[in-house]
């Protein structure tokens, strides 16, 4: 049985606050396309409310985070000019926690494999 799972968290560095209200999109990527699988929206603390990819469907294999930059920052008053939708794509080789967050103002964003 697998025991891994994805999650995430938004910060807008910009403002230094959680990015409530930013869509996430999860793709699995296979055979040179990509496979919608979640789309959620990030709460008060910039999370989702629960596992993007929870255990009980969780598989190894490519996947594609899509965060929809653009529209959280025209909710916030800031006219994005640079940054519309940030695509991460990553590899989950083995039944883990996997913990994707995204760090973002107008102009930059940054990620990492969190714990």
Do not use: C, K, W
Request: charge should be negative; charged fraction near 20%.
């Amino acid at each position: 049985m697998a025991a891994g799972y994805l999650t995430t968290h938004v910060l807008d560095t910009a403002q230094g606050v959680p990015a409530a209200g930013m869509t996430v999109v999860l793709y699995r990527l296979a055979d040179g396309g990509r496979q919608e699988l979640r789309r959620l929206v990030t709460n008060a603390d910039g999370r989702t409310d629960g596992a993007i990819l929870p255990t009980e469907t969780f598989v190894t294999g490519d996947y594609e985070l899509e965060f929809h930059v653009g529209p959280y920052l025209r909710a916030q008053g800031t006219e994005p000019r640079f940054l519309d939708i940030v695509p991460i794509r990553f590899r989950m080789a083995e039944d883990s926690h996997y913990h994707v967050p995204l760090l973002v103002s107008p102009y930059s964003y940054s990620t990492y494999r969190g714990s």
